[in-house]
């Protein structure tokens, strides 16, 4: 009996933390948010996440805030003379019915003016509130890890 209760406490462990690190706002799902171990003296740290809408109609992300920068800014990568740079942007669109990667030279969130670095050491978690124009404010937990995830879902 032990040896079974074991089994599958092992198998359904992995998924609650699983779960735990998705998000729901209305219709929208919010994937794994996470940032890279910051390096040291590094004045800026990107976050990352996947934003799925299941409804009908669209929505945006109109702005995000962390207790740990003073500012945390909406970016986008754009191809502009033969280079790749990042541009500040006001939303991001999130149609219905599709996801919206924030990856690595792609959409991101950069955060500036850190103000708590201790939080952003591999293992550790801070929070984040992502502001959308109608499914509202949903806070999330934004994972600090090593490496960027093999694969986001």
């Given at each position: 009996m032990l040896k079974k209760a074991l089994l599958l406490a092992a198998f359904l462990l992995p998924a609650c933390f699983a779960q735990a690190h998705?998000?729901?706002?209305?219709?929208?799902?919010?994937g794994h948010?996470?940032?890279m171990e910051?390096?040291?003296?590094a004045p800026t740290v990107a976050?990352?996440?996947?934003?799925?809408?299941?409804?009908d109609s669209a929505d945006r992300l109109i702005g995000v805030d962390t207790p740990i920068a003073g500012q945390a800014q909406l970016h986008e990568h754009?191809?502009?003379d033969g280079l790749m740079k990042m541009?500040?942007?006001?939303a991001v669109d999130i149609p219905a019915g599709a996801k919206v990667s924030f990856a690595p030279m792609a959409w991101h969130v950069m955060l500036l003016d850190l103000k708590d670095r201790s939080k952003l050491r591999v293992g550790q978690r801070f929070p984040?509130?992502?502001?959308f124009e109608?499914?509202?404010d949903v806070e999330v937990q934004v994972v600090v890890q090593k490496q960027a995830p093999e694969h986001q879902h």
């Open positions: 998705e998000y729901k706002a209305g219709s929208l799902l919010i948010p996470w940032s910051l390096p040291p003296n976050t990352y996440f996947i934003i799925e809408n299941k409804g754009v191809h502009a541009q500040h942007v006001e984040m509130t992502l502001h109608k499914a509202g």
